[in-house]
């Protein structure tokens, strides 16, 4: 891990949000709304994990532990997978405003819709863990999905774009 980004985990482990201890090093004085909802929201997505536990794909065990740089806490994967879920919901926003144009413009189209599709895939993968996912949907039973879909979409660009 480089000097750089030890600095980066190091200065993001002093905000509460993003470290996994109590509230007992952090003193205020007078709590405000937005240390309010921070807490509130720790405390929902804490107890949303333990309900859960089980449920979760990703592991937990020290053993199928991923790299040292794929390693988030469960609050960055939700946030990442919320951002990156986001995106791609706007880049089908954008897909299906665009889409009484297909005749005339095809690659705005075709651009949007596969950018969608791969931040979904994406945004899945930031939340199992990326080895992980892959391993999921490169397993013997969804291969060849996989492949049909991942084609589908080369494919699509190939003959839009070429």
């Given at each position: 891990?480089?000097?750089?980004?030890?600095?980066?985990?190091?200065s993001?482990?002093?905000f509460?949000?993003a470290?996994s201890?109590?509230n007992?090093?952090?003193?205020?004085?007078?709590?405000t709304?937005?240390?309010?909802?921070?807490e509130?929201?720790?405390?929902?997505?804490?107890?949303?994990?333990?309900?859960?536990?089980?449920y979760?794909?990703?592991?937990?065990?020290?053993?199928e532990?991923?790299?040292?740089?794929?390693?988030?806490t469960?609050?960055?994967?939700l946030?990442?997978?919320?951002v990156?879920?986001?995106?791609?919901a706007?880049?089908?926003?954008?897909?299906?405003?665009s889409?009484?144009?297909l005749?005339?413009?095809?690659?705005?189209f075709?651009i949007?819709?596969?950018m969608?599709?791969?931040?979904i895939?994406?945004s899945?993968?930031?939340?199992?863990?990326?080895?992980a996912?892959?391993?999921h949907i490169?397993?013997?039973?969804?291969l060849?999905?996989?492949?049909?879909y991942?084609?589908?979409?080369?494919?699509?660009?190939y003959?839009?774009?070429?």
């Amino acid at each position: 891990m480089s000097s750089g980004e030890q600095q980066f985990r190091e200065s993001l482990r002093s905000f509460r949000w993003a470290s996994s201890s109590n509230n007992a090093n952090i003193s205020t004085s007078k709590p405000t709304s937005f240390s309010r909802l921070a807490e509130n929201t720790s405390n929902f997505f804490g107890s949303i994990g333990n309900r859960v536990q089980g449920y979760l794909p990703v592991t937990a065990n020290s053993a199928e532990q991923e790299d040292d740089w794929f390693t988030l806490t469960r609050w960055q994967r939700l946030v990442g997978f919320g951002v990156l879920f986001a995106a791609g919901a706007l880049c089908f926003l954008i897909a299906f405003v665009s889409l009484p144009l297909l005749a005339l413009r095809p690659r705005k189209f075709v651009i949007t819709y596969t950018m969608g599709s791969f931040l979904i895939i994406l945004s899945f993968a930031l939340l199992h863990g990326p080895l992980a996912h892959l391993r999921h949907i490169f397993s013997r039973e969804r291969l060849p999905f996989t492949i049909a879909y991942i084609g589908s979409m080369v494919a699509t660009l190939y003959f839009a774009l070429g």
